[in-house]
């Protein structure tokens, strides 16, 4: 049997728009690899992050406000697949308020969550930063995920003289960022009563300025009234600025450069992801995709061109002129 | 209905449509008369038919294309269950095992017999949401209540992890009140306290926990896990040992939890089984009609498109495959006597000679 129609284009358009209408039904989804994260998120809340010295929406906001506000805007732009997880730090060491938990599925409650954070949360007062962020890191290294710690890196007790104590983990397992937060110019650290009251600032008698509790420094001896026995550190009046909040970023830095993490200035543009996705351990994930979008666009372009081409050979079409020639 | 487009840039191509209404996928053939073809229902009924199978093709297609899909939406249920704020204490003594020692592999830390049984209960409890608090120095809010089942369960392993100093129950208590305080829908509302110990509540906490337990009254279950050689809950004092909430805490808890005039059970647990019996107790306990969200989830419409687009390019081809060729089909087929339509031509032609010549 002979088919004229064959001979026609708009039979195969019309075959054309039917396989690849079949296909858009029958290959819809294809796999494809994509990046997800595990970040286990650790907040400063020792009292230096209640500093008012950055801004929220224009307003002068307090630094812990910023970096939750940071938080929930970094959650918001993690891929879904990644998880999250949420400690605070102060004193010596990370607390686990909930582990890693997958951020699109429990958006809201993780969302929710942050805002709750606060600095009455601490049980002491310490900030030993760096133990804060070593055991933040062994945290995330357990639970195999990356780590945004966000600080002002304000070590109170200051470090004794003889420096960092050596990093025990294995720089580069655990990988993510340290977050500098505060402003560059130095302000007054705020004072608060046993109640949780606002009165006031420290002075610089009030705080710590150096690090007594080590060996004394070895210029110790040049001194004034320096005595072996009586007065290892000498007697004059130190000043370090430790009763000053300002952001430590040459510190925090340092602990990045021994930790293996990368550091990070929490400035304008609050979401981390980026930052992050780059300094993270990706974990690869198989998501389905569907692309019948593809071979159905085609399907229809193929359609449209036939009954286009209908509409070209109705205006051209001979059958008129012998019409109007009889 | 429910009905949304993914992309709905599509409708601005509706007009697309038109086109098959007009034109027709068969070809435009020249015939010199149709003053001698009757008029013929069935072929103007599988003309139109064919135009609207057109027309359907391409709004089919651009629907499936336009992702679409009947939306999803929660809609409220009546089930049974609660509302239960887990008060989870991290002191560290929650990391040694009932026997007071370091956990071992063979015998599990406290916290972690709990985060086995207290997942287990999450899990059974379809309807309920959570809420979750810590305290230990301080009290501190993990979760919000919420209906996330995965936030909870990490915020319940975390437990595990090494704990804080003290067992500030009080600020703890008012802590997982507010928390039921913030919470707006009516529900029945239970206060899970997980604890391996008690402290001295200071009156002023006291005053202030009973009223806020007033102004939202609440079911409060006391899982005590008991410690070997440590106090009971409802052992009274030994002799020579004063009867103080300072020497005894967790008597005084209890007596305290007693007093506050609201449905409360306390458990004690001195082993990983008691502790399973107490979590079944509370499961048969908590089960008032509760309201809750139940998310339908969308459906996507777009296959179901792409099969109606399918069908009727089908019979689009089936059509155009059944086309002739007037002009040159009858002579084609004229040695194999093939179609009606030549023959019909054969016809004409001769009676248009026969006429032409009788001119």
Known sequence: ?????????????????????????????????????????????????????????????????????????????????????????????????????????????????????????????????????????????????????????????????????????KPGDVGGLVVGIGSHTSSRLLKYDADGREIGVYSMQDIPQENRAGPPPPDAESRPGYHPKWAPFGNAIVNNKEHL??????????????????????????????????????????????????PGSLALALLTLLYGIAAVSAFRSPIRSVHNST | ???????????????????????????????????????????????????????????????????????????????????????????????????????????????????????????????DRFGVAAFSTMAMPVLPITSHKDAVLGAVDAITRPGLAYTNVGQGLALALSMHEADPTAASRAILLVSDGAAVIDRRVQERLREQIAKRPVNLYWLYLRTAGAPGIFDPPREGVPDTPQAMPERHLNLFFQSLKVPYRAFEAENPEAIADAIEEIDKLERNPIRYQERIPEIDLSDLAYGIAAGTLLLLLLAKLAEVRLETGGALTRSKAGSTVAAARQATDNETKRLKEAA
Not at chain 1, 270 to 292: I, P
Not at chain 2, 71 to 77: A, F, I, P, S, Y
Not at chain 2, 99 to 126: H, P, W, Y
Request: proline share 5%.
């Open chain 1, 245 to 294: 909040a300002i952001v430590r970023e040459e510190y925090l830095k340092k602990l990045a450069g021994v930790t293996g993490l990368t550091y990070a200035y929490l400035g304008d543009d609050r979401s981390l992801a980026n930052e992050f996705t780059k300094a993270a351990h990706a974990r690869s994930l198989e998501r389905s995709v569907d692309v019948s979008i593809i």
């Open chain 1, 1 to 169: 049997m002979r088919l004229p129609a064959l001979k026609d284009p708009r039979t195969w358009l019309a075959a054309g728009a039917l396989l690849l209408t079949l296909l858009a039904i029958f290959v819809p989804r294809i796999m494809l690899q994509r990046d997800a994260y595990d970040v286990m998120f650790v907040v400063d809340i020792t009292t230096s992050m209640n500093t008012r010295d950055v801004k929220l929406a224009g307003e002068p906001a307090s630094r812990l406000d910023v970096a939750k506000a940071s938080i929930q805007d970094t959650l918001a732009q993690l891929p879904c697949g990644s998880k999250a997880g949420l400690g605070v730090f102060t004193e010596r060491r990370t607390f686990v308020l909930y582990e890693p938990v997958e951020v699109c599925a429990n958006f809201s409650a993780l969302h929710d969550s942050i805002p709750h954070i606060h600095w009455r949360m601490g049980w002491q007062g310490d900030s030993f930063v760096s133990k804060g962020l070593f055991s933040a890191l062994s945290i995330a290294h357990s639970d195999k995920a990356d780590l945004i710690f966000i600080t002002d890196g304000h070590e109170l007790p200051p470090l004794p003289y003889s420096g960092l104590e050596p990093y025990e983990g």
């Open chain 2, 1 to 127: 209905m429910n009905l949304a487009l993914t992309y709905p840039w599509v409708l601005a191509l509706i007009p697309l449509a038109l086109l098959p209404l007009t034109f027709a996928i068969q070809r435009r053939q020249g015939y010199p008369s149709l003053a001698g073809v009757e008029p013929d229902g069935l072929s103007r009924a599988v003309d139109i038919g064919l135009h609207l199978l057109g027309a359907l093709a391409i709004l089919s297609l651009l629907a499936a294309i336009g992702g679409l899909h009947l939306k999803g939406q929660t809609v409220e249920r009546v089930g049974e269950g609660s509302h239960v704020v887990l008060l989870l204490d991290r002191s560290s003594s929650m990391d040694e095992t009932f026997a007071g020692k370091q956990a071992t592999e063979t015998e599990a830390s406290k916290s972690s017999v709990a985060r086995e049984l207290m997942r287990e209960f999450i899990n059974r409890r379809d309807h």
